[in-house]
């Protein structure tokens, strides 16, 4: 098991002992669901990564050794690798309007529920809008890589201001 | 039509263009939104302080008349609002967005467009909170616990409050969003050799906060959406004569506010971890008790909620009690582990840990007196008076207020390449110890001399007068030292870049890349054998891993 799972995993464990003792001591319900939504909410968390990281644990993972881990015990830390070249460490966005327009469309929409419908409407098509751009964007991104090479930046320098997407290809 | 970001070709060394608000606009570096978090939160927090002393102007005398009454809720009910959602969670948020990535050795957090999207919902929601002041009924003013019927628009007309749930809703999701965002990053950008339990400390904290924000931020959310609902579109959620509860809107509030109290302390919890081992030249003392003692008060948190109900008369006194009881001991090991670090150690007093031992002080006294309320007779005894007041200002406000500024001194060299001025630092931390105390120890005696929390005027006989004064002019001193520290800033933001990599001797990896960092953050990373990478790098432990010819490159496919 490892250690982020075994973390989420002992908090679950105590949402549900608490939301069962409360529940014996109180009988008071809104209580004892909240308790235990938090047995459930980590928990799912937890099993989730575990399930996630079965591979890793079929490699090193013993059932004594998973108990080990969720009973924090101290285990051996591997150094860490000697060259990070076959590593997949970075590789960065480009700067992207997309994620303040679509936040200013929520918001707008959502202050509509306090100032009228017209506003409802406006944010939206703003937010829906700036949600296609950002998909737009990854999937060139995914198509086209997220960097160009270096010799064609050198090539079009004057399209280098140009983040807010408004120029068209 | 689709338009297209692949026209932005400026990918050279350094990385983003340099320019004026579109590149702020459209920026998804995790440090220029970590500095967008950290400077939003602290205009946020200088507005919030202003409404303070205009409270506390006001209470200086027993019937002074600065603001009218409603002016006073509408104050004291936004300094809470902005205090706590709007400053405390959202400044951690952005220091956590500066330093997690470089701590753990990651170029960026994991979804970097979400972590811009995070930054514009909660200023966009900001907004709305505050656009209540530009309303006609004026801003919310039914306290920052907003418990309704107070709060239901049969008691509270306006569209103040109105903005001020939907607003608050807006600033929730935009802490889920970042929430996710950083617990990813944790679990899964970290550089090889980094393990779970080689983090630092402040990265632990940010990681059980942002835990501890997706299973506490929810329920507040979905109180928010019940109050909006109740007053806009006549549910009935919290109306006793339709069959609902008011109780209800405190079971679920705090159900998130409890939580929440450790989500704002947390990150002071890991910054002071940073700051003192490296003042006192030892590794911290109990690294796996205290990543052990961030769960058990995630867990223990979740079950206290209701010890802020104990006087409804309607909560399981004994259980909630207990618990809030057994959170001291976590609690306990923490500042135990932080006197272990000092013990014995070669102590350098640079403001920095000036204020990190301010924090332990100031956090204890509050602590403590946490402890006595956590027992139903006393808080019955105490509950809603000035004693709670000054207990949570010095347990949640002053505590984190001191870390904060520790971490501003240890970190602005890194942040800037520049340092801010030690002696200044000095006589600014010496004025804020002074002016906390003066405020806020009297509002313990004023609590147990009986007066009640948002009062803005009271009896001139009551023995609360004095007591009043000396808080009201310690208020203003600390006015004093946080404009002394915006001016240390100011000035030293205008100086030439003089701080080298890794000025503190540090420990953890944010030291070994430069001051500032570059766009990509680290132009060479050293093997992770330890905990201490940079001390380790420092010593000759390890050497810079190697990758072929030069420093390591890590723009893969750019080169």
New interface residues.
């Given amino acids: 098991m490892s250690d982020d799972a075994a973390l989420l995993l002992r908090v679950s464990v105590f949402g549900l002992v608490a939301g069962t003792v409360y529940w014996f001591l109180s009988y008071e319900p809104l209580g004892t669901v909240a308790l235990l939504l938090l047995g459930v909410g980590p928990g799912f968390a937890g099993l989730f990564i575990m399930w996630h990281r079965r591979g890793e644990d079929r490699r090193t993972g013993s059932l004594p050794e998973t108990l080990r881990v969720f009973a924090g015990l101290p285990k051996e830390d591997p150094p860490g690798p000697r060259s990070l070249e076959s590593q997949d460490v970075a590789v960065l966005p480009l700067p992207s309007i997309w994620p303040f327009a679509a936040s200013l469309g929520l918001a707008v929409a959502l202050s509509g529920f306090i100032f009228g419908l017209w506003l409802v409407i406006l944010g939206l098509g703003v937010a829906l809008y700036s949600g296609w751009g950002w998909i737009a964007a990854v999937m060139r991104e995914n198509r086209y890589g997220r960097v160009q090479p270096v010799d064609q930046v050198a090539e079009e320098p004057a399209a280098g201001r140009d983040e807010t997407g408004a120029r068209r290809r | ?12 060394a350094g ?3 340099r ?1 004026g608000l ?2 702020w ?5 995790h440090k220029k939104i970590g500095i967008l978090y950290i400077f939003t939160s602290l205009a946020i927090f200088l507005l919030a302080g202003i409404f303070a002393l205009v409270v506390r102007a006001e209470l200086a005398r027993p019937a002074l008349g600065v603001v009218s009454e409603g002016g006073y809720n509408e104050l004291f009910t936004m300094h809470g609002t902005m205090m706590i959602f709007l400053f405390a969670n959202q400044v951690s948020t952005g220091l956590a967005n500066y330093f997690v990535p470089l701590q753990i ?4 957090v994991a979804f ?6 995070s ?3 909660y ?3 900001s907004l ?1 909170v505050l656009s209540g002041f530009l309303t006609a009924g004026g801003a919310a003013s039914a306290g920052w616990t907003g418990y309704p019927p107070l709060s239901d628009s049969q008691f509270l007309q306006g ?1 103040g409050m ?2 001020w749930t ?1 607003g608050l ?2 600033v929730g999701i935009a802490s889920i969003a970042g929430a996710l965002n950083l617990v990813v990053t944790i ?1 899964n950008s970290r ?8 983090l630092p400390l402040f990265t632990w904290g940010v990681l059980v906060t942002q ?1 501890m924000i ?2 506490a931020f929810p ?1 507040l959310t979905a109180a928010l959406a019940m109050l ?1 609902l109740d007053r ?1 579109f006549g549910a009935t959620f919290f109306n006793p004569a339709v069959g609902g509860s008011p109780l ?1 809107w405190q ?1 679920v509030f705090w ?1 998130f506010g409890h939580p929440e109290v450790y989500i704002v302390i947390f990150p002071a919890f890991g910054i002071i971890s940073e700051v003192i081992p490296v003042f006192a030249r030892k590794p911290i003392f109990g690294y ?1 008790s205290m990543v ?1 003692a961030f ?1 058990a008060i ?3 948190s ?2 206290v ?2 010890h802020h109900m104990f006087t409804t008369g309607q ?2 006194l ?2 909630f009690s207990l ?1 809030s009881f057994l959170i001291a001991v976590p609690t306990g090991i923490k500042v135990w582990n932080w006197l272990a670090t000092m013990w014995r150690g070669s102590i350098t007093f640079t403001t920095s840990m000036l204020y990190a031992l301010g924090f332990i002080l100031v956090f204890v006294i509050g602590g403590i007196t946490g402890v006595f309320v956590a027992s139903p007779p006393i808080d019955f005894a105490v509950n809603d008076t000035y004693y709670v007041v000054a207990h949570f200002h010095y347990v949640m406000g002053m505590a984190l207020l001191f870390a904060l500024l520790a971490g501003a001194f240890f970190w602005f060299p890194k942040m800037t390449g520049r340092f801010l001025s030690e002696r200044l630092g000095k006589i600014g931390f010496w004025t804020l110890f002074v002016a906390v105390n003066l405020t806020f120890f009297p509002m313990y005696l004023l609590g147990l001399r009986g007066m009640p929390r948002r009062i803005a005027r009271y009896q001139p006989d009551l023995g609360w007068n004095g007591l009043n004064a000396l808080s009201t002019l310690g208020s203003f001193l600390v006015g004093v030292a946080l404009l002394l520290f915006v001016w240390n800033v100011w000035r030293s933001l205008r100086k030439p870049r003089t701080a080298p990599d890794d000025p503190w001797g540090g420990n953890s990896l944010e030291w070994v890349t430069t001051s500032p960092p570059p ?3 680290f132009h060479q ?1 050293p ?3 330890s905990g201490r990478p940079a001390f380790d790098l420092r010593t000759g432990a390890v050497r810079v ?4 010819e030069g420093p ?1 490159d ?6």
């Avoid at chain 2, 891993?545 to 072929?548: E, L, Q, R, V, Y």
């Avoid at chain 2, 890590?554 to 080169?559: A, E, I």
């Fill in positions: 039509m689709a338009t297209t970001e692949l026209g932005v070709p400026e990918v050279e990385g983003h263009p320019g579109v590149e606009m459209t920026t998804v570096d050795g990651a170029a960026d970097p467009r979400l972590n811009a999207m930054y514009w919902l200023l966009f929601g709305m569209r109105d903005l939907m809703a807006i679990f550089v090889p050799g980094m393990t779970m339990f080689r835990l997706l299973f329920p909006f806009n209800l079971h159900f796996r052990f769960f995630f867990s223990l979740f079950g909620w209701a909560v399981y004994p259980w618990m766009h990509h953050n990373m093997q992770i054998i891993a190697p990758s072929g390591f890590y723009r893969r496919g750019q080169t």
